[in-house]
């Protein structure tokens, strides 16, 4: 089947630890995303990447990493710095380049720091 | 940055209403789409309209570009219609990411 999986569904972290979160897409698209969701709140980006080797910020990118080694892949890191790490995180892909194609969100996962 | 702004906030309908939710963003677009969170999270698809009228089952959009806003209609609403409905906008040429407003919480009552 076709889609974008995360994994795990369900991370519980001690405070102060990394922790990386999984995006896997074959789709074959070019542009990743993730994005965190509060409670109550919609989505907000947190980086993006739109070719392999490359990516950028978005609005809320600080105590996070990314890498994009091979197109089918865009693991998220959340680092100690993150100051309330605790939330939803979405993944989601797209299909051309500068294109207006839709984006595709995967099942998301659940970080919960104690 | 660009603002969306979606109404209501909440909405609780008796099983079988019609329902109308509105979107609006503070700037010109080349991308609205519209999503479906169901109670596990899950983002579905539901238009992708950036102008225009598209229909799919209950449901149908309109996209007043001029006017910097956008419709969903939900008709005949059943329980599965529960949950949280965004608009989500981008501006396109380079600068491609989806600016998501808060939500429509969707509660279908049997």
């Known amino acids: 089947d076709g889609g974008i999986t995360q994994s795990p569904k369900y991370l519980f972290r001690k405070e102060g630890q990394n922790v990386t979160l999984s995006c896997e897409q074959n789709l074959n698209h070019d542009a990743m995303y993730w994005y965190r969701q509060d409670p109550g709140q919609g989505l907000r980006l947190i980086y993006y990447s739109q070719i392999v080797n490359d990516f950028q910020k978005g609005d809320i990118a600080e105590g996070y990493s990314v890498s994009r080694e091979k197109k089918e892949s865009f693991p998220l890191t959340v680092t100690s710095a993150q100051k309330n790490p605790t939330a939803f995180y979405l993944c989601?892909?797209?299909?051309?380049?500068?294109?207006?194609?839709?984006?595709?969100f995967g099942p998301g996962t659940r970080l919960t720091v104690l | 940055g660009i603002q969306v702004e979606q109404s209501p906030p909440d909405l609780i309908l008796q099983e079988g209403a019609n329902s109308t939710l509105r979107c609006n963003f503070s700037d010109s677009v080349n991308n609205l789409q519209w999503f479906h969170q169901n109670p596990w999270g899950q983002l579905i698809n539901l238009f992708y309209i950036p102008s225009g009228t598209k229909q799919n089952g209950r449901l149908s959009a309109t996209t007043v570009a001029t006017e910097r806003y956008s419709l969903l209609y939900i008709s005949s609403s059943q329980t599965t219609d529960s949950g949280v409905y965004f608009c989500a906008v981008e501006r396109g040429f380079g600068n491609e990411k989806l600016t998501f407003g808060t939500g429509t919480r969707l509660t279908i009552i049997p």
């Open positions: 989601a892909s797209k299909g051309r380049l500068l294109s207006t194609d839709t984006q595709y």
